[in-house]
T-cell receptor
């Protein structure tokens, strides 16, 4: 149980374009989803927290107009990197939790490369 | 934000040896979690701890929630090559909203055959 998927697993895009990453909880209803960014050999950096049906809460320093998050249902959250630039290249990972639990279950991650 | 100190940063051990790593926080935590991350993958939950003093095992892994509620450790017994990876501690403090977790910097484990 508690399986989270992400799509795509890898994406290469040109500078200035937008990229959408999907995060799905496959066997449970995720009341809260989290989006992280991870640089090589570093820990996970929380970008934002989203609750189903409400606006995402962004961490300090994360541009909400650049990283658009939509949590439209209890099983799907999307992260859109708008007007991507090479410095946005990174490993993006989502996680999900259900209401009664504090355990976060992670997706397999999305490797974004902006050329 | 919350600071978690995880040590050691890296470990190089021989197959069959036991491993111990720990994590400390600057404030009281209500939940401690341990994750393992393989290269290019998302972290996988290993053990979750909810009570001070709690000792929980998952196969060869054992983790404890410290009595002071400001620390936790993870032990791996009789290590095998597939234990290689990065281990992260994570915790939730009393002020955490929406279940936000704070993460340690990770312990990179290398196991020699």
């Amino acid at each position: 149980g508690a399986v989270v998927s992400q799509h795509p697993s890898r994406v290469i895009c040109k500078s200035g374009t937008s990229v959408k990453i999907e995060c799905r909880s496959l066997d449970f209803q995720a009341t809260t989803m989290f989006w992280y960014r991870q640089f090589p050999k570093q820990s996970l950096m929380l970008m934002a927290t989203s609750n189903e049906g409400s606006k995402a809460t962004y961490e300090q320093g994360v541009e909400k107009d650049k990283f658009l998050i939509n949590h439209a249902s209890l099983t799907l959250s999307t992260l859109t990197v708008t007007s991507a630039h090479p410095e946005d290249s990174s490993f993006y990972i989502c996680s999900a939790k259900y209401r009664e639990s504090y355990e976060q279950y992670f997706g397999p991650g999305t490797r974004l490369t902006v050329t | 934000g919350q600071q978690l100190n995880q040590s050691p940063q890296s470990m190089f051990i021989q197959e069959g040896e036991d491993v111990s790593m720990n994590c400390t926080s600057s404030s009281i935590f209500n939940t401690w979690l341990w994750y393992k991350q393989d290269p290019g993958e998302g972290p996988v939950l290993l053990i979750a701890l909810y009570k001070a003093g709690e000792l929980t095992s998952n196969g060869r892994l054992t983790a404890q929630f410290g009595i002071t509620r400001k620390d936790s450790f993870l032990n791996i017994s009789a290590s095998i090559p597939s234990d290689v990876g990065i281990y992260f501690c994570a915790g939730r403090d009393r002020g955490s909203t929406l279940g936000r977790l704070y993460f340690g910097r990770g312990t990179q484990l290398t196991v020699w055959p």
